[in-house]
């Protein structure tokens, strides 16, 4: 547990660069637009004070900690920096205490609990009280889903604002005020290419306290010669451990490495595969852009010819979001593996795009009467659900009857391959069709 003024006095010379720079006003905080941004929620709150207690959710290094400490200091609030790692029930307790009596006085307390998923179930109860009665205002921060980590009871308590990671502009401002600020290196004379700076934001992933911490390391790594501090590529590379890996993820090497890693799962080609996997995550690509992209391979490429191949890719996906790089790692190289070697099928994506086509020029084709709800009795007037047959009541599961308009009967959207399980499902839609001919359907 930690209980500190804002502006306590601090040694400048020994703080890292991200807490020098640590925004003081709403006007100095970067990124988070869509909560604090001329007009939106969270800040209407701030300038009208008027705020209760709230859950800061969002991934690492996008300003929880500062926008609470912002709004105590805009909101004239003491300010508890309340460490959920290391302060049990008889902490919270305490600091709970004194907050009751500073309410007394008039004085409005902000607890900021950092980490608030890892307290247990009774140290998060402990604040309930507190926060009912008025004598904090509670704002807890977490990386972690606040609806399966928030006790419920504490969290109907607490309005939840969403984070998100910074945009590589957002960061990229931020590293410019580092090397002009007074409070980074304004005193200096800097030297750094706004590429470096565009890449150092890259490989930060949305992470501004990564960002200024990796400018930090090649500032004072740089050549200094006459009062000027280069920047060189070579240093950068050493500092962040890329080399000829650095590449702009909006350019067009970061479309060239995930085409090559997308056409050689579907040439069947693992080792390939891993190895602009492995190109991709070592020169800082965002380990859940490339989960998204092996889903959509698990289906446009593997689809009915493996089923299991978009369960795996999902489960990487999950696996990504839950621990992140390195460790994800091993979880998108299993993933890569499984789909490259795969049975592979893209009749998914031919059945949905030859669908496409049709809806797009019959967009307004009816629905046939005989599969439309009828909730009302002028519907059942009208006809709606007339001759409606219930596929469970019948002993084969199928009917004859006719789910496509008359004007696309015929038409066949799915054609099943005979690769992998595939060919088990082309064998039954063929059962299928036969027995309709049989029985009399349109098909």
């Known amino acids: 547990m930690e209980q500190a003024s804002l502006f306590e006095a601090s040694d400048q010379e020994t703080q890292p660069l ?10 100095e905080f970067v990124g988070q637009r869509h909560l604090i941004g001329e007009g939106k929620v969270l800040r209407r709150l701030i300038e009208s004070d008027r705020i209760a207690s709230m859950i800061f959710w969002g991934p690492p290094g996008v300003g929880k900690t500062t ?25 919270i307790r305490g600091v709970m205490q004194q907050a009751e009596e500073n309410r007394r006085y008039g ?4 607890v900021f609990v950092d980490e608030i998923h890892r307290f247990n179930k009774a140290q998060q109860d402990a604040f309930l009280p507190f926060v009912e009665k008025g004598s904090i205002i509670l704002i807890g921060a977490t990386t972690e889903n606040p609806s399966f980590e928030v006790n419920g009871a504490l ?20 590293l410019s005020r580092a090397i002009s600020d007074e409070r980074g290196f304004g005193g200096q004379n800097i030297k750094i290419a706004p590429e470096f700076l565009e890449m150092i934001a890259g490989f930060a992933n949305g992470d501004a306290r990564s960002a200024l911490s990796t400018l930090e390391m090649v500032v004072l790594n740089g050549e200094e010669k006459n009062g000027t501090i280069t920047v060189t590529k070579e240093i950068l590379e050493q500092c962040i451990s890329r080399k000829s890996l650095l590449y702009d993820k909006k350019g067009e090497e970061h479309y060239n490495l995930i085409s090559a890693l997308h056409k050689s ?27 998204r992209r092996v889903t959509r391979f698990a289906s446009e ?23 992140g790089m390195p460790e994800c790692s091993v979880h998108l190289t299993e993933a890569v593996v499984y789909l490259a070697m795969a049975p592979k099928s893209n009749a998914m994506e031919v059945a949905y795009l030859t669908a496409k086509e049709d809806a797009l020029r019959e967009i307004d084709e009816p629905v046939p009467l005989v599969i439309r709800n009828a909730p009302t009795k002028l519907m059942k007037n009208l006809g709606y659900g007339k001759g409606y047959q219930y596929a469970h009541d019948t002993q084969e599961k ?30 039954r839609l063929e059962e299928i069709k036969e027995w309709k001919r049989a029985h009399g359907a349109k098909i």
């Open 265 to 291: 799962m579907r040439n069947s080609d693992p080792d390939a595969a891993v190895y602009w996997l492995a190109r991709m995550l070592e020169a800082g690509e965002d380990p859940l852009y490339i989960a």
């Open 155 to 174: 969290l109907s308590r607490c309005k939840v604002f969403v984070l998100q990671p910074l945009s590589t502009d957002d960061i990229v401002s931020l």
């Open 107 to 110: 004085d409005r307390t902000i």
């Open 398 to 427: 199928i009917t004859n009857m006719q789910c496509l308009p008359d004007s696309l009967l015929g038409r066949e959207y799915y054609r099943p391959t005979e690769q992998g399980v595939e060919g088990r499902f082309k064998a």
């Open 67 to 91: 926008l609470a400490r912002i709004i105590a200091v805009h909101t004239k609030s003491s300010f508890i920096d309340f460490s959920a790692v290391t302060s049990g029930i008889k902490e």
């Open 301 to 323: 490429d593997v689809g009915l010819a493996d089923p299991r191949a978009l369960e795996i890719a999902v489960a990487a996906y999950q696996a990504c979001h839950f621990i």
């Open 18 to 27: 991200a807490s020098r720079l640590r925004p003081q006003t709403l006007a």
